[in-house]
């Protein structure tokens, strides 16, 4: 459960963020939407405490980055925009040094990793060093070594950034088991059909500011338009940086 | 501390996998730097030895003013040529390192029993004609003592008279304290690779993980950013305390390869010897790594970082540099100087001297000090934004 009020952030003149206030709740998938540059990973950076914001504020679970960073990153599961992996170490190691990090026990991180490598299908590649490995098989170990602790909360920037087809379904799939077991997903895109497909409130972010905010039936009233791409251009005022 | 130990821990496994960090922490200094200055000192030993037993060839313009001293020559194995019309070109164009004139009034003087003048040509700035300007230089001597000595006989004066005084060596040096002769470069090699073995980890567990864009995963972790600073500059430290002690033991092996020439030198390093080295030098390896990973903590790329690094290189030189070309004397204030107290402990432990223990604790105290207090600066980079996503 998130609760983000009045957001600001800027970087020297620059206004990032400014005025972004959105909830993301237990059991959905909030997908925050908007052109490149729009904020989104701005706002996510804040949520995971690696930003301090200028002002506004931020609950997770009732807890304050501000105040309890730490405690906070133990809640959370985190797909950053960057997604280096240590290519001198295999995947299991990528993601075994993450549950270490949080201070798993060695046979917690063990059984861990293997349900990881059942669901997220990683059996091929879990061995070998993380050097050319595919995005999609980059995506997986990040995804997992996020999800190693097992966070209540999980926020994942552009998660299908560079993935084929194939690997774009599996993650869905996976999203959508994350939403079964009552976790709360927030995660940016800028790709209208995935909004669509996985998001249960869409928040439409532009110039650092919702632009609207609410379900996909909801948007669709706002707007008055037939079909959501439709809704989305005309929220936000322009299609430009936005894929269907 | 958990994350501390787990942050050193995959470094140091990451880092024993990287070619790159074990070429230049653990192969480079403690091959190179051993094998150079051996060989070098081979060469500069052979070189010298044969200018110093070559034929030595002798233009000589004015020969027929002073035949006996040619005889002389000549029975001294110097080969006289014959007379050249230009000396000064002969010298100044390289085919000969050295050539005399003996001017047309030496006749006339040495028969008056003046001094007889001779001029011995040549280029003080060729270093390689010192040695035959001596060897030239040390027979005219011998010659005109020679017959210094006749000249005071034929008149009946003892030749003892004019040599009121008999000056005698005693030399209180020791084989061992000889051998800081050949070793003065030592501190110099050590302060070196204590930077070059921190070098490359400095830079890759750093700008590295910025470039690779690991950084930002690896701080959204439940772990204080100090620790995982600090897990990182203890990786860096051990591998330049690695490299450090591969070099002492790379010398201690080599060393006793190297020509020592006419002086009977020791130079075994003892175990002993290398460890009180090794903990005098210790510190300034803790020194390095900190100031290492903090100016590579400014950079956005391994790239960037290496640039910096090449003006690094210089600090340890500086001291070092100093100190050879002007020794001085170990005094207890110099203790407080890292990197320069260095230089002097070590060249006091390879003498053999014993050293105030107070000495080995304020060069320790003083290097940690300052090492301590830049990995606090680091540490403190760490904590701010701006290190992350300066990249961005």
Not at chain 1, 139 to 155: D, G, N
Not at chain 1, 160 to 165: A, E, I, K, T
Not at chain 1, 209 to 220: N, P, Q, S, Y
């Amino acid at each position: 459960m998130i609760k983000v009020t009045d957001l600001h952030k800027s970087f020297g003149d620059i206004k990032a963020v400014n005025g972004i206030s959105f909830e993301a709740k237990d059991g959905e998938i909030t997908g925050l939407l908007g052109p490149n540059g729009a904020g989104k990973t701005t706002t996510l950076r804040m949520l995971y405490t690696l930003l301090p914001p200028d002002s506004g504020e931020i609950k997770i679970d009732g807890l304050d980055p501000k105040n309890d960073a730490i405690a906070i990153k133990r809640t959370l599961g985190v797909v950053p925009d960057g997604r280096g992996l240590y290519t001198r170490m295999t995947a299991r190691e990528n993601i075994r040094y993450f549950g270490e990090l949080h201070g798993m026990a060695r046979k917690d991180i063990r059984t861990r990793i293997d349900e990881l490598v059942e669901t997220l299908d990683m059996a091929d590649f879990i061995e070998r060093r993380t050097e050319g490995f595919s995005q999609g098989q980059r995506v997986k170990v990040a995804i997992a070594r996020a999800m190693i602790h097992k966070p209540q909360t999980v926020l994942m920037d552009e998660p299908s950034n560079g993935l084929d087809v194939m690997s774009t379904r599996a993650l869905r799939k996976y999203i959508l088991g994350l939403k079964a077991h009552g976790h709360s997903i927030v995660l940016s895109t800028h790709i209208m059909q995935e909004v669509a497909a996985l998001c249960d409130r869409i928040v439409i972010i532009s110039s650092g500011k919702v632009a609207a905010d609410g379900t996909a039936e909801e948007l669709l009233e706002r707007s008055g338009c037939e079909s959501l791409e439709d809704a989305f251009v005309q929220l936000i005022g322009s299609e430009e940086g936005l894929l269907a | 501390m958990n994350g501390l130990k787990t942050v050193f821990k995959k470094e140091v496994r990451e880092n024993l996998r990287d070619r790159r960090a074990l070429f230049n922490s653990l192969l480079l200094g403690p091959l190179l730097f051993p094998v150079l200055f051996v060989g070098l000192m081979w060469f500069l030993e052979s070189a010298e030895q044969e200018r110093a037993e070559k034929t030595l060839e002798l233009p000589v313009v004015g020969a027929h003013f002073a035949p006996s001293l040619i005889r002389f020559l000549e029975q001294h194995g110097v080969v006289v040529l014959p007379e050249p019309e230009n000396p000064e070109e002969m010298v100044s164009n390289q085919e000969v390192p050295v050539a005399i004139r003996i001017l047309p009034e030496f006749a006339e003087n040495w028969r008056q029993g003046k001094p007889a003048p001779i001029e011995v040509i040549s280029d003080i700035s060729r270093q390689e004609a010192n040695v035959p300007k001596r060897r030239v230089k040390l027979l005219l001597l011998g010659y005109g003592q020679q017959i210094g000595s006749l000249r005071l006989q034929l008149r009946g004066v003892a030749p003892q008279l004019a040599s009121p005084i008999m000056l005698r060596d005693i030399d209180l040096s020791t084989p061992k304290s000889r051998a800081i002769l050949a070793i003065i470069f030592l501190p110099y090699v050590l302060m070196i690779t204590a930077f070059t073995g921190a070098t490359h980890l400095a830079m890759d567990t750093t700008a590295g993980e910025k470039e690779r864009k690991s950084l930002e995963p690896l701080l959204i972790n439940p772990v204080p950013r100090w620790q995982i600073m600090a897990g990182k500059m203890m990786t860096t430290t051990v591998f330049a305390m690695a490299s450090l002690a591969l070099t002492l033991v790379s010398f201690r092996l080599v060393l006793p390869l190297m020509p020592v020439g006419a002086f009977g030198m020791d130079l075994t390093l003892g175990l002993q010897t290398l460890l009180k080295i090794l903990l005098v030098i210790s510190p300034v390896a803790i020194l390095a790594a900190a100031l290492l990973t903090l100016l590579a903590s400014f950079a956005k790329s391994y790239r960037e970082a290496q640039s910096y690094m090449g003006l690094v290189i210089l600090i340890p030189m500086i001291p070092s540099l100093i100190f050879m070309a002007n020794p001085v004397k170990a005094e207890s204030w110099m203790m407080n100087v890292p990197l320069f107290s260095q230089n002097m402990l070590i060249g006091e432990i390879i003498r053999d001297q014993s050293v105030p223990l107070a000495w080995y604790a304020m060069s320790i105290s003083s290097t940690l000090a300052i090492g301590l207090v830049l990995a606090v600066i680091a540490a403190s980079i760490y904590n701010s934004p701006k290190l992350i996503f300066s990249s961005g």
